[in-house]
Nanobody, 124 residues
């Protein structure tokens, strides 16, 4: 089975950018639908973006279209989340997930393999 491992989180000022990485161990990530979710303190985990297996189709949560970009380099077995124009409300733990039957699935319970998360903090 695939094991996602996130990195790239940190502290950034409002208006700044950050790129998160999701590296896969165990299996080739191109064989899986891959998604990014985030969870802010006291809030439910929410769908950010997803990439269908082999990179054919991309989906974004409505709140993230235009500011966040999901992409991949399968030669590096990695999926990225580029985040721009960050605001303090983007402060959250960001998680990479894989294994859903459909990349358009926004229900976290339908994703089977999860990383440990990486913290993003946006200061005002």
């Amino acid at each position: 089975q695939v094991q996602p491992v996130e990195s790239g989180g940190g502290l950034v000022q409002a208006g700044g950018s950050l790129r998160l990485s999701c590296a896969a161990s165990g299996r080739t990530i191109s064989g899986y639908n891959v998604a990014w979710f985030r969870q802010a303190p006291g809030k439910e985990r929410e769908f950010v973006a997803a990439l269908s297996r082999s990179g054919g189709t991309i989906y974004y949560g409505d709140a993230f279209k235009g500011r966040f970009t999901i992409s991949t380099d399968y030669s590096k077995n990695t999926v990225w989340l580029q985040m721009a124009s960050l605001i303090p409300e983007d402060t959250a733990a960001y998680y990479c997930a894989a294994g859903s039957a459909s990349a358009r699935e926004q229900d976290e319970t339908r994703w089977f393999y999860w990383g440990q998360g990486t913290q993003v903090t946006v200061s005002s």
